[in-house]
């Protein structure tokens, strides 16, 4: 007897159902992707419950035939492609003809459409992947498609759903990610027949972005515009580093009109900022990438979010560049290049060379001294009758350095030794001292200003010895080990982290996240045990917010409050922040409750509400926990040790880092090689 055997369509459909329906915005996401491939120019869409009792999508788009609205049930049935060229060039949105089969075997769904020239409008029922009825109704021009009861006939699927928050979330997300998309459309979302989300047709993508985020985010936006031909066009916005975020949630990324998730342009995002933003820091970025059909495979996923280039790293160095250009324009410059100017002075003859030196590592910079008496004093000047031979010798002095001092070629790579100050020597003598004039040694303040400044380069380059590292040697402390005499701070290292002494050795602890897990155990204490205390602000702090924070904030308003803060809603998606807890600085207040309201998805910390607070708690510890290249005095230093030691666990942050790192007497000694 035959094992193997043809799979009944309906089971087909439900399998596809797995991979295209993840959840209700999955279908939302399918609903959209058709509407504006049928060319609606408004979109209403509602939901209920989160979309686990209904979706209705209604487009005033160029609708269907009778015969069209039936077929457009049956597995992989598309209007999109029709020969193996087509998919090698797809501009439509959909075009694999699995989702409306797929949606329509795991839920009960009503198509109503319409064409100019019909007379009526088509009606079909299908419940669970059998057609039921089909019929004519009413309707103007579009089409209105409606999904009830999700995963009715897959209970396993349907227990898997998240709660009515979590899911609302994600389908206000994939709402705003296409109302971002087509800025020139008009999109309206309910909820429980509560309106979410209402924009009307923008001129352009910043005038779309004020309508979702509002005035505070446009100020602190930057234009991106660049690219390159036949790689990729890029364009859209950025945030400037003052506007960030502790995840990638405010990223919305666009390839030809299509909303992806895709690592090669978070990528080329972060290096743009790379040196601009702290590391675990995110900026908000809407960008928008033209690239030619035959550069990218849009068929890799069933639900179309992820994409493949062909190129992956000139795109990704595209968009690398267009993000630096966009700082550039703001004035705004990486922290390695604004040390390379102010450590370096060049005139306009060196702005090339100094571009072009940008992205090479820093040098350890020492000082060599020189015999004075080989300098020529400033105070010698040259006769008039010698005046043209200076002229002359200055420009021979141009081209001896120039020969002379090849960037960052043979130097760079040159290892101090014991003949290191000879090299270094037999460079610096390749340089004139002085400049003369038949036999008289004529000088002047500039020409003195520049051999000194070419000794000084080349002198810079030469890298130091290898010290043997003791990065193996320094471990994380176990709280059992901490010892119990009195831990002493002796000092800062690079004002980030406390260097201390007890009887066992040398701990290094990084004050941030010390202060972090100090802040954290105070805002988790019992509310019976302790009230937080608060701090009325001058004014208080207005702040809008996304539609998907929106429906976050309703989560987490009560968790908030309890942690200290007064929250006060205003008209729309605004709220006022009246007080805060004492110890977060005023200037934190946007980007923690940004931090928090962006990461409420109860899916990725469990369900647990102690979870929910717990990671509020952690958020709000961060912001308000002092910084790193921040100064301390030995008093607060030994503060924070001794109220670090009394924590539930003082040598973890509440997000799992160490606090401490200790060397022991003996790993220092065997470091020498005294044991």
């Known amino acids: ?161 998240r709660s009515e928050a979590t899911e609302n979330y994600h389908l206000t997300n994939i709402v705003t990610h296409y109302a971002l998309a087509n800025p020139e459309l008009a999109f ?36 991106v515009e660049g690219g390159r031909e036949f790689v990729a066009k890029i364009h859209g916005f950025v945030s400037a580093p003052r506007e960030r975020r502790s995840t990638r949630d405010g990223q919305y990324f666009f390839i030809n009109g299509r909303f992806v998730r895709d690592k090669i342009i978070a990528g080329g995002l972060l290096e743009g900022f790379r040196s601009v933003l702290p590391h675990g820091v995110y900026p908000v970025a809407f960008l928008f990438l033209e690239i030619p059909f035959e550069e990218l495979d849009v068929n890799v996923h069933p639900a179309k979010t992820e994409v493949r280039f062909r190129r992956s790293e000139a795109v990704k160095e595209v968009i690398a560049e267009a993000i630096r250009g966009a700082l550039r324009n703001a004035g705004i410059t990486p922290i390695s290049q604004q040390s390379a100017v102010s450590s370096q002075s060049f005139d306009n003859g060196d702005e090339r060379a100094f571009e072009n030196r940008t992205h090479e590592q820093p040098k350890i910079e020492f000082q060599i001294s020189h015999d004075n008496s080989q300098t020529i004093s400033p105070n010698e000047r040259a006769d008039e009758t010698g005046e043209q031979n200076v002229i002359e010798n200055r420009q021979n002095l141009a081209d001896t350095t120039e020969k002379t001092f090849q960037p960052q070629t043979e130097i760079e790579t ?77 000092s800062q290292l690079h004002n980030s982290f406390i260097i201390a002494v007890d009887d066992e050795g040398l701990l290094l602890i990084d004050q941030h996240v010390a202060h972090e897990r100090i802040l954290f155990d105070k805002f988790r204490q019992k509310e019976t045990e302790r009230k937080i205390e608060s701090q009325n602000l001058l004014l208080p702090e207005t702040i ?56 409420v998805d109860k899916e990725k910390f469990g369900n647990a509400r102690a979870n929910l607070r717990d990671n509020i708690a952690a958020s709000l510890a961060c912001k308000a926990a002092v910084k790193v290249n921040m100064k301390l005095t030995t008093e607060k230093m030994q503060w924070m040790i001794d109220k670090l030691l009394t924590t539930s666990s003082p040598t973890t942050c509440p997000h799992g880092r160490p606090v401490i790192l200790r060397l022991t007497m003996k790993d220092i000694e065997r470091g020498f090689h005294r044991t």
């Not at 094992?3 to 797995?18: C, E, F, M, T, V």
């Not at 039936?70 to 060039?89: C, G, N, P, V, Y």
């Not at 309106?195 to 930057?222: C, H, N, T, W, Y």
């Open 414 to 490: 040159e290892v101090y030794s014991a003949d290191f100050e000879q090299a270094v020597q037999s460079r610096l003598g390749e340089i004139p001292n002085q400049l003369t004039t038949g036999d008289e040694r004529q000088t002047s303040s500039e020409d003195q200003e520049e051999i000194a400044n070419r000794k000084s380069q080349i002198a810079s380059q030469v890298v130091l010895p290898p010290f043997d590292s003791g990065a193996k040697i320094p471990k994380a402390v176990e709280v059992e080990n901490l010892s119990s005499s009195k831990i002493r701070p002796i």
């Open 188 to 223: 309206t979302l309910t909820n429980n027949g509560r309106e979410v989300l209402r924009v009307s047709p923008a001129k352009d993508l910043r005038e779309r972005a004020f309508q979702i985020f509002g005035s505070q985010m446009i100020e602190s936006l930057l234009k």
């Open 544 to 599: 809008d917010l996304t539609p998907a924070q929106a429906a976050a904030f309703n989560l987490v308003e009560a968790e908030l409050e309890n942690l200290g803060f007064a929250l006060m809603r205003l008209s729309g998606r605004t709220i006022a922040v009246k007080s805060v807890p004492t110890d977060l600085p005023a200037s934190e207040v946007r980007n923690l409750l940004a931090e928090i309201l962006d990461t």
């Open 1 to 161: 007897m035959n094992k193997i055997k043809i799979l009944p369509d309906n089971l087909a459909n439900q399998i596809a159902a797995g991979e295209v329906v993840e959840r209700p915005a999955s279908v939302v996401k399918e609903l959209l992707e058709n509407a504006l491939d049928a060319g609606a120019k408004r979109l209403q869409i509602d939901t209920e419950l989160g979309g686990r009792r209904l979706m209705r999508l209604m487009d005033d788009g160029e609708g269907m035939v009778r015969d069209d609205a039936i077929l457009a049930f049956e597995r992989h049935a598309t209007s999109k492609i029709k020969t193996l060229e087509d998919l090698s060039k797809i501009q439509t949105l959909g075009f694999r003809g699995e989702a409306l089969a797929s949606i329509a075997s795991v839920a009960k769904v009503e198509l109503i459409s319409k064409t100019a020239e019909a007379e009526a409008a088509t009606r079909v029922y299908i419940e669970g992947g059998r057609l039921i009825d089909v019929k004519d109704a009413a309707r103007s021009q579009g089409t209105t498609i409606t999904v009830r009861d999700l995963f009715f006939n897959t209970p396993a699927r349907r227990k898997f759903m």
